[in-house]
């Protein structure tokens, strides 16, 4: 059986697969499935009652047309060696994905460790990714194995892989071509055998025309590549996720069989979930709680209320914006303003960071870029200090 282990304070696991012996037992007992349950496609994340707080999706399906393709897709990809790069929106499951492609490919039974590129400072993050000797640096008082040696014969997560720092990203490079680490501190490398699978929520390529992502990672990176559905655009996952977490949850509970009525079917279809998968998870969470009669019914659904402006529904809106926008670029051009890119450019990151509240986190998400993105503009425009 493999083994799991968690850093504290830090959005990481490291994980070793089961051998397929135990694929009969529940999800609660072993670490990643991938089974039919009434003829539903269904993925779990490892221990996931330990992750109710977690922003991550615990659970992926395959009912939909668009999932099913995404699924096919990782048929083809998983048997090779190639790097991988999912791209999706927060809580639709990338690393659900990330663990399937593993599952799939010849590394099943080895290590498959994860980790949230956001997770740690630049100061921090060469360290934990490529481990360190000791004396090091201060209070290195021992030698640490990095992640990429601990993924060595399986496969590494690198999650949210926008938000690494440039300098990082040339040292990932040219762990990817060389194929070993040097620790920080050692002057012999160590040869690795790890397969990468990197996940962002935002487009890496205006992330590489911006200056703020190496373009020769990025094709590194980019030999396959999965798109993943917002929960929106592949209705037909809704109600099969649905009921999946009302079976999980109320055994949790301790109730017994509850039904969703019509009413509240209706209403989880018609929601736009701009928090995905997650979201879903937490309003049939709270609708259990709530629930009378083990019935689950449209009033127990508090959905939110949060708009969120997203690109496939702006293709559908009308040109007015677009139109005071050309119209407001048509008069910055005739002022003959000598710094114009960067002008307009730190005058969208001020905007945007004053309309979500001074909240480098939403700011980033508004704009389709990493956080580390709208950090180093904010400190370079001085509106906030580089140590905060």
Known sequence: MGTEATVPDADILLMNLLDNDYMGLTHREFDSIYSKEDDMNLLTLPNSQSLSTSIRATAQVFEDPKSLALLARIQQIAPSDANVLIIGETG???ELIARHVHDLSHRKGKPFVAVNC????ETLVESELFGHEKGAFTGAFSAKTGWFEAANGGTIFLDEIGDLP???QVKLLRVLQEREVVRLGARKPTPIDVRLVAATNVRLEEAVL???FREDLFYRLRVAHLEIPTLRDRPGDIL???????SEYRRRLGYGEVEIDEDAK??????AWPGNIRELEN?????LLICKGNRLRNEDLQLSSMQLFHRSR???DGHGGSDSLQHALHQLFEAGHETLYEHIEDTVVRTAYHYCHNNQVQTARLLGVSRNIVRARLIKMGAISALK
């Open 266 to 271: 209706r209403k989880l279809l018609a929601h």
């Open 92 to 94: 639709t499951g990338k």
């Open 240 to 246: 099969p996720l649905a009921q999946y977490f009302v």
């Open 166 to 168: 440039l300098s990082i």
């Open 210 to 212: 911006a200056g703020h």
């Open 118 to 121: 956001g997770a740690f400072s």
């Open 283 to 287: 309003a049939i969470h709270h609708a």
């Open 314 to 316: 702006h293709e559908h």
